[in-house]
């Protein structure tokens, strides 16, 4: 193709999804023709305003085996540009190690954030070929910040000095772990890094010593004593028997009772997981025990181990200890080492894990594969364009823009997710397809994955939800007894709380994670600003009200300012928090068919998400005979019956979203009994747990009896 023409269609690229997907290109055609031409181009693009030829032009400079070109990225590490320079800093790590960007790489390792993690990660990388150099370097710098206040800083920095694998290394860490003057955080990551090397002289017993003092570092000692234990060579078994599968969603407090769902990011995936897992291992069969994985505390973290080992069967819970507290996914990508160490331990203790299912390109699933590849374990890769559908439709609204994509991508990091998609497609023995109209197009133009060149890897499988929870809420309510019910009484309670005159209309009814992509701000400010709040009161179920998360915070302060606090009562909003699952079941089911004399029936359900891959909550409604409005496209468009079941818009148009639910409010109005039930019956078909899980179950043995020949046809060679 050329270097020009690889920049032409770059920046001549009609949507910013066909841009970044068209860098690859650019990269490509770099690292073929890495000449004096190819450093101009790319340098002019560097130059411009437009901000996605310029970080497509770093990542091409790193393709390049070419001194000047290696000089030039270097140099972008000062680049007054806060995105050139984290694009710099990880594209350093496609190359060889470059002496003149160590100092400028460990300095922004100190400063933390996603910049941060891209700056450790490149450096570990190098430490394979310049380990003891980056040891002393460390080294150096920590001495130097020894009496630094940064004490979070200075962990980062003993963390990465434990990356480097070579013994230079392990002193400096044995010193700082003993040093009762260090910050605990410190001492911390000290004594984590520690766990990683067995056989080290004398790591074992400080260790044991620090367990044995009973002191602020003991759960950590006893954590990394455990993490010298040799590993259990993972070995193929016969494939006829049960399987072990591990899942994992690290952005989640995941327990069987769902106790934090709608909490943080405790959304419809935690929810999912759980169901999933019982519904694996409930028939006897394919699947003998599931092992999913959440985030927790250092101490359900040792317990944990205990639970993992001896159970050989069913569905068991392991939590990976991560930030002191809950730490919202966009910004949890610094815990990645973290995260890639207590995800070795839970699956070195389950002592045999046939398949690793990765759903999602965030920390949780870039520390899983790492760990996939140690090990050797197969994973399969649930492929959705995300984050390539959040990016098209901000694009099609006119709020992202090749002016504004670096500072938007600092916030969202669009192109390191769209690459870790690409990567964790690429890596997966079996991909894993959400139903979606022209899925193979959408595929191919949005993730540049063509699923239809080898369709023996690619399996479409439907989510689906517990229609025992939602019928045992629709019996509830529909049995009149619910005064007896506490969530029910709860809902009466915050419904006759509103105005006298609010208190008759139906509602407006939103479940899910409180997160800009849900749209729950935008859903209260349509609502707000139009004469839907004349209709009906709007009932948001969702949030952590009193410990919001940054994501939480920002949807909160744009409701407050849509509907301040002190008008909501008359208004007609209901801010309820999160609720367990069969809760918010129970409320969506009253909403539909009301509490004689407390809450008033013929309500509707809006997901007003940016996208939405499928929509558990979305499906639930549906399964309670809601009328819906939902999103346009992704899997609500293969599954709602459009002016039927209910209606799908361009959810990010504010005046689409306000018409789609006027209509719907006209609608639900009917009360139309054949409405609810062709919802229910479409769901039942073809949505339920039970069937996701008789399909899933077959992939996961396709892929463990692949393995097992592939590891017996590695070994006749």
């Not at 072990?244 to 419809?268: C, E, K, M, R, W």
């Not at 109209?437 to 080898?454: E, H, P």
Request: hydrophobic share 45%; proline share 4%; glycine share 8%.
């Amino acid at each position: 193709m050329g270097i020009q023409a690889a920049m032409d269609r770059v920046t001549g690229a009609a949507t910013i999804v066909e841009a970044l997907r068209a860098a690859d290109d650019l990269a490509f055609e770099a690292g073929r023709d890495p000449g004096v031409r190819t450093l101009r181009v790319l340098s002019a693009a560097l130059s411009g305003d437009d901000d996605i030829a310029a970080i497509a032009a770093v990542h091409a400079l790193s393709e390049m085996f070419d001194e000047q070109a290696a000089a030039r990225l270097v140099s972008l590490l000062d680049d007054p540009r806060p995105y050139i320079h984290e694009h710099a800093a990880w594209a350093l790590g496609q190359g060889l190690p470059r002496f003149s960007a160590i100092a400028r790489l460990i300095a922004l390792v100190e400063r933390g954030g996603f910049t941060g993690m891209l700056a450790q990660r490149t450096l570990e990388k190098w430490s394979v070929a310049a380990g003891d150099v980056l040891a002393v370097a460390l080294e150096s710098v920590l001495a130097v910040s020894a009496q630094s206040t940064d004490a979070a800083g200075r962990a980062r920095l003993v963390e990465t000095l434990g990356l480097v694998r070579q013994s230079s290394a392990t002193r400096t860490l044995l010193t700082i772990a003993r040093t009762d003057t260090e910050a605990v955080e410190v001492r911390e990551a000290a004594v984590a890094a520690l766990g990683q090397r067995s056989g080290e002289p004398g790591v074992r017993r400080a260790l044991e010593d620090l367990v044995a003092a009973d002191g602020p570092l003991s759960d950590h000692a006893r954590l990394a004593v455990i993490d010298l234990e040799p590993a259990l060579a993972h070995t193929t078994r016969d494939t006829s028997s049960g399987l072990t599968v591990a899942q994992l969603f690290l952005h989640a407090d995941i327990d069987p009772s769902l106790s934090a769902a709608g909490a943080g990011d405790n959304g419809g995936i935690a929810t999912l997981l759980v169901r999933l897992g019982d519904a694996l291992t409930h028939e006897p069969g394919t699947v003998e025990r599931v092992l999913t994985l959440s985030r927790g505390s250092i101490s359900q973290a040792t317990t944990d181990l205990l639970d993992v080992a001896s159970q050989s069967s069913g569905h068991v819970y392991g939590h990976v200890p991560l930030a002191p507290h809950p730490t919202p996914s966009a910004a949890a990508w610094p815990l990645r080492v973290r995260a890639r160490r207590g995800i070795r331990r839970l699956l070195r203790a389950a002592g045999h894990i046939d398949v690793l299912h990765l759903r999602m390109a965030d920390v949780g699933s870039l520390a899983a594969a790492d760990v996939a590849r140690e090990l050797g374990i197969p994973t399969v890769f649930t492929l959705a364009p995300d984050p390539h559908g959040v990016i098209q439709s901000l694009d099609r609204s006119g709020t992202l823009t090749r002016e504004n994509f670096g500072q938007t991508d600092l916030a969202e990091h669009f192109w390191f997710r769209t690459s870790l998609v690409r990567s964790l497609a690429g890596s997966a023995s079996h991909s894993v397809l959400f139903p979606r109209q022209n899925l193979a197009d959408d595929m191919r133009s949005l993730v540049g994955v063509d699923i239809d060149s080898v369709p023996e890897r690619h399996t479409i499988v439907a989510e689906g939800v517990d229609l025992e929870v939602v019928d045992r809420a629709v019996a509830l309510v529909s049995a009149g007894a619910t005064d007896a019910d506490p969530a029910l009484r709860e809902l009466a309670y915050l419904v006759g709380g509103l105005a006298p005159d609010r208190r008759d209309l139906p509602l407006i009814v939103s479940v899910g994670r409180m997160h800009r992509v849900k749209g729950m701000a935008t859903l209260a400010e349509t609502w707000a600003g139009s004469a839907l709040s004349e209709r009906a009161n709007l009932l948001i179920i969702g949030g952590d009200l009193e410990n919001p998360s940054l994501d939480e915070r920002e949807q909160l302060d744009r409701i407050e300012l849509a509907v301040p606090s002190a008008e909501r009562a008359t208004r007609g909003l209901i801010l309820a928090g999160h609720r367990p699952n069969d809760i918010a079941a129970r409320w969506v089911a009253a909403a539909r068919l009301g509490i004689p004399g407390r809450v008033s029936g013929q309500g509707v359900y809006v997901c007003a998400s940016i996208k939405e891959e499928f929509g558990i909550a979305l499906l639930e409604a549906l399964a309670t005979g809601m009328v819906v409005v939902a999103p346009d496209g992704g899997g609500p468009a293969t599954y709602v019956a459009d002016q039927d079941t209910g209606f799908l818009t361009a959810t990010w148009d504010t005046l689409a979203l306000k018409e789609a639910t006027h209509r719907a409010l006209d609608r639900a109005a009917l009360a139309d009994p054949a409405i609810a039930e062709r919802a229910r019956t479409m769901v039942a078909e073809r949505f339920t747990i039970q069937a996701m899980a008789a399909a899933l179950a077959p992939v996961y043995r396709r892929v463990a009896e692949q393995e097992a020949e592939l590891v017996r046809a590695a070994g006749a060679a």
